[in-house]
């Protein structure tokens, strides 16, 4: 049977070796000889041992108004077949974790609102700030 994989496209076989006589009935393993015992584990190729990046989806924007937003996503490297964790074996340049938000013109400018002041108004502070996050690039 084939176990689970080793690396990227290499997986582990194993089967079970016994000691039998020729009429087929399974002995102690003292009754054979241990320097003709077959191995019972190799190495084998598989392609569904093939590592691969996963990408949820983005985040929201940490910004509510302006560009200066990022959004993230998690990334998990993982087999391809059976989607559990595959470690460090995934190969290739991995895919941003971060972006740059909001796109163009889809959140309003940051900064003091002005409201035309009707007489006998109080005046009120409307203003409204920006968070700034700073993304460093691994």
Excluded at 75 to 93: D, H, I, P, Q, Y
Aim: include cysteine; proline fraction near 7%.
């Amino acid at each position: 049977s084939t176990s689970p994989c080793l690396r990227n496209g290499i997986a582990k076989q194993r089967r079970d070796v016994r000691c039998v006589k020729l009429n087929r009935e399974v002995v102690d393993e003292e009754r054979c000889d241990k320097t003709q015992r077959p191995k019972s584990r190799k190495e084998c190729d598989n392609d569904s041992c093939k590592a691969e990046w996963h990408a949820s989806d983005w985040g929201s924007c940490s910004s509510s108004c302006g560009t200066g937003g990022v959004q993230l996503r998690l990334l998990t490297c993982v087999w391809a077949a059976s989607r559990t964790a595959a470690g460090r074996n995934c190969e290739g340049r991995r895919p941003p974790a971060a972006r740059s938000c909001p796109q163009a013109g889809q959140l309003p400018p940051c900064g003091p609102t002005a409201l035309p002041l009707q007489q006998d108004e109080s005046c009120e502070d409307n203003s409204r700030y920006c968070d700034i996050i700073k993304v460093f690039h691994s």
